[in-house]
């Protein structure tokens, strides 16, 4: 029994002569869902907000409107204590380091 590879070869070129051009390519998408851009759609629904924002506080509150910024963690496959304030902490099934002197020395063990 010889598999479905061999027969064609390696490429899937010699398949895609027998699709129809409609299928094989889209022509109403000027990119792939791959190649879309994350922070075109997070600035557009930030501007959104923004916006819904603005319209409920009225004028005054434009220009006191701050936005927050929370610290994430750093992701590594080996933690490492980066000052003295560093202290690794086990939760989870996974090692933490917490810093109380600097917020961006927190990091979380990866997989």
């Known amino acids: 029994m010889m598999s479905l590879r061999s027969l064609l070869g390696a490429s899937t070129g010699t398949l895609r002569q027998y699709l129809p051009q409609s299928i094989s390519r889209p022509t109403f998408f000027s990119r792939s869902f791959s190649r879309l851009s994350l922070a075109n759609g997070l600035r557009s629904l930030r501007l959104r907000s923004e916006q819904k924002q603005t ?21 590594r496959s080996s933690v490492k204590r980066l000052c003295d304030g560093c202290k690794p902490v086990r939760r989870k099934n996974r090692v933490y380091i917490i810093c109380s002197k600097n917020p961006k020395h927190k990091q979380r063990q990866g997989k």
Do not use: D, N, P
Request: proline share 0%; hydrophobic share 45%.
């Open 55 to 75: 319209q409920v506080a009225g004028i005054g509150a434009v220009g006191a409107r701050q936005i927050e910024q929370v610290r994430g963690m750093k992701t």
